[in-house]
């Protein structure tokens, strides 16, 4: 069987889904591994690195016409789709709620397509969870980016001529992103808030050394897969007064709130924003679901009275090499759990929760 996977449009998405070191992983499956020619060049794999782990090189009708499971990011284009075969597989990350019509064309064309932003929340599932991976990073470099934009130090610094206050941060959201937020702004020395609608990232952000915001009289609102739901019109109104006063005192903000399949939930309102410290900064990782704020534009940094709104589509294109290779894992773990060892050959069992809740039918 021939694993294989095609460039991306680089202008959009410069991670890869097959890193050179994970090939051998799929060989020693039995697989047979093709990629286009050029494929990880712009991340510094050259094709010789790729051709000395065993991988081979075709132009891509060739790829997309001869691969039994096709490993992508994001959706290939129409002129690609078009050339794959009935019966085969494409993995990858494909956002059914928005490509819902293309998705179901391929499905009646008998492709069987697995989207891994669906996996379950359970323990099994941890090793192939893309979400958590590459939010991990994104939370990081959240962080990163904004203390550089920041025009002023972020630990608290005690020289003979004064003191500098440490940097004050509120992090939207205590997911994997948030969490990490969390983490990294603490290391640098930042003082670090946090809120979130589920009561249960208290004790993960207080692990951190995060302060929690606890709005009163708060409601569990987490589904049972694990991610936030809606809130009820009394909690956001208690969080919204929560928020107006916090934010005051806030140097930098990073927002990370997102509900699954739905428009990003509206945290921060303008009036808000007017009350913040003139060279504050809010970084919008909602910003490619509408944004957590009023003013949030994706890919454009807005200005409003002094406070700086940065909302990026893809903040992992400035990590390319780190997200690429933790997805290229993500990816191979996936594919072991519909490799049947014993017959060699790939199983669709729908009875696998994983491998059920992430078919798109």
């Known amino acids: 069987m021939i694993i294989g996977s095609v460039s991306e449009n680089k202008d959009l998405e410069k991670r890869v889904s097959i890193t050179p070191d994970i090939i051998k992983k799929y060989i020693s499956l039995g697989f047979k591994v093709l990629i286009e020619q050029n494929y990880g060049e712009?991340?510094?794999?050259?094709?010789?690195?790729?051709?000395?782990?065993?991988?081979?090189?075709?132009e891509k009708k060739s790829v997309l016409e001869k691969s039994d499971i096709i490993l992508q990011l994001n959706l290939p284009e129409e002129s690609s789709l078009s050339l794959i075969k009935e019966k085969k597989l494409l993995i990858g990350v494909f956002n059914p709620y928005q490509n819902n019509e293309k998705l179901m064309s391929l499905s009646k064309k008998n492709?069987?397509?697995?989207?891994?932003?669906?996996?379950?929340?359970?323990?099994?599932?941890?090793?192939?969870?893309?979400?958590?991976?590459?939010?991990?990073?994104a939370g990081y470099k959240a962080v990163i980016d904004s203390f550089a934009?920041?025009?002023?130090?972020?630990?608290?610094?005690?020289?003979?001529?004064?003191?500098?206050?440490?940097?004050?941060?509120?992090?939207?959201?205590?997911?994997?992103?948030g969490l990490q937020a969390i983490a990294t702004a603490k290391r640098m020395g930042a003082i670090v808030f946090a809120t979130d609608v589920r009561i249960a990232s208290k004790e993960q952000v207080e692990s951190l050394g995060g302060k929690f915001l606890t709005v009163e009289g708060s409601e569990n609102l987490e589904t049972k897969g694990g991610y936030a739901k809606e809130a009820s019109d009394e909690f956001k109104k208690k969080q919204e007064e929560l928020l107006a006063e916090t934010l005051k005192k806030i140097n930098i903000v990073i927002c990370?709130?997102?509900?699954?399949?739905?428009?990003?939930?509206?945290?921060?309102?303008?009036?808000?924003?007017?009350?913040m410290q003139t060279?504050?900064?809010?970084?919008?990782?909602?910003?490619?679901?509408?944004?957590?704020?009023?003013?949030?534009?994706?890919?454009?940094?807005?200005?409003?009275?002094?406070?700086?709104?940065?909302?990026?589509?893809?903040?992992?294109?400035?990590?390319?090499?780190?997200?690429?290779?933790?997805?290229?894992?993500?990816?191979?773990?996936?594919?072991?759990?519909?490799?049947?060892?014993?017959?060699?050959k790939i199983n669709i069992n729908l009875e696998d929760e994983i491998i059920k809740n992430t078919m798109v039918k």
Do not use: W
């Not at 712009?42 to 081979?56: I, P, Q, R, V, W």
């Not at 630990?155 to 205590?174: D, K």
């Open 42 to 58: 712009h991340l510094g794999f050259s094709n010789e690195d790729y051709k000395k782990e065993g991988c081979e090189i075709e």
């Open 111 to 137: 492709i069987n397509i697995f989207s891994l932003e669906l996996l379950p929340r359970i323990t099994r599932a941890q090793s192939m969870d893309i979400l958590s991976s590459q939010a991990n990073l």
């Open 149 to 177: 934009i920041f025009q002023k130090a972020v630990p608290m610094m005690m020289t003979a001529a004064g003191t500098i206050p440490a940097a004050r941060v509120l992090v939207v959201g205590a997911g994997v992103a």
């Open 256 to 275: 990370t709130a997102l509900i699954p399949g739905k428009k990003a939930p509206l945290i921060i309102k303008d009036k808000m924003i007017d009350n």
């Open 279 to 344: 060279g504050s900064v809010i970084y919008d990782l909602a910003a490619v679901q509408g944004g957590n704020t009023a003013y949030t534009k994706l890919n454009e940094t807005i200005e409003k009275n002094g406070v700086k709104i940065l909302g990026e589509s893809n903040i992992l294109n400035k990590l390319p090499i780190s997200a690429s290779s933790l997805y290229a894992k993500n990816l191979h773990n996936f594919v072991l759990n519909l490799y049947d060892k014993k017959s060699n």
